[in-house]
């Protein structure tokens, strides 16, 4: 009977888990979306005069890289492969871009008093990670 409840107490501690994940990464804020970021942070209206401009530059800048590399698969796909200095091109712009979110996700921060700094941490941030040949080449 004991080895029973035993058995029985395992399986609800991880059926609790299993159902608490889901639930957890559900709550979590997207700093792309600016009401609720707004809403989270309890950002003044002199700061969500100076931060929401940066969430939407950021947009601007993933969808530019999302048409970019579309563009080149679409190319890559109709046989049309881009040559070495054409690749280079590609990554180190990516690279810019990259960095460039990151320093407006730190000019973001920089506009934050402490207390909002701490929630911030829990903010999903975009970001580009390194190009690799397979997303474009599938190789």
Known sequence: MKEYCMKSKIIAVIFGLILLIP???????????TEKVNDY?????????????????????????RNIIAEIKER???GDEP????????KRGRDSRKGDIEDLIEE????????QKNKFKNIEKPGLKS???????GK
């Open 41 to 65: 942070l309890s950002l003044s209206s002199q700061q969500i005069s100076k931060i929401n401009p940066m969430i939407e530059q950021i947009k601007w800048i993933l969808d530019e890289d």
């Open 83 to 90: 040559g070495f200095f054409e690749k280079i091109g590609v």
């Open 108 to 115: 973001i921060e920089d506009q934050l008093n402490d207390q």
């Open 23 to 33: 639930i957890s990464a559900q709550s979590q804020i997207s700093l792309l979306d």
């Open 76 to 78: 890559v796909n109709n």
């Open 131 to 137: 190009l690799e040949k397979k997303e474009i080449f």
